[in-house]
């Protein structure tokens, strides 16, 4: 008889359980979706040079002189 008074607790610490555990793996799938939506995202961040951006580079390094910087330059712009 003493062991029917322990009994009174186990519904709700069973509901507990079960809301703890469906707690537990909604954290686990969102963690899941956030790391692997930060992932693609880096992969994908590349930053892509223009035509203009390399031709401005270049002549920036002195890869190429005034005159052929014009002329690349209007024939980017022709394309356009």
Same mark, same amino acid.
Do not use: T
């Given at each position: $008889? $003493?062991? !029917? !008074?322990?009994?009174i ?6 509901? #507990? #359980?079960?809301? $703890? ?10 963690? #899941? ?6 992932? %693609?995202?880096?992969?994908?961040s590349?930053? %892509?040079? %223009? ?11 002195? *890869?190429?002189?005034?005159? *052929?910087?014009? *002329?690349?330059?209007?024939?980017? %712009? *022709?394309?356009?």
């Amino acid at each position: $008889m $003493m062991w !029917d !008074d322990c009994n009174i607790m186990e519904g709700p610490m069973m509901i #507990g #359980g079960g809301l $703890m555990m469906l707690l537990f793996w909604a954290l686990i799938i969102g963690l #899941g979706i956030y790391l692997f939506k930060n992932i %693609s995202k880096n992969n994908n961040s590349k930053p %892509s040079n %223009s035509a203009v951006n390399i031709l401005n580079e270049r002549f920036a390094r002195g *890869e190429i002189n005034k005159e *052929e910087y014009r *002329e690349r330059l209007n024939a980017l %712009s *022709e394309q356009n």
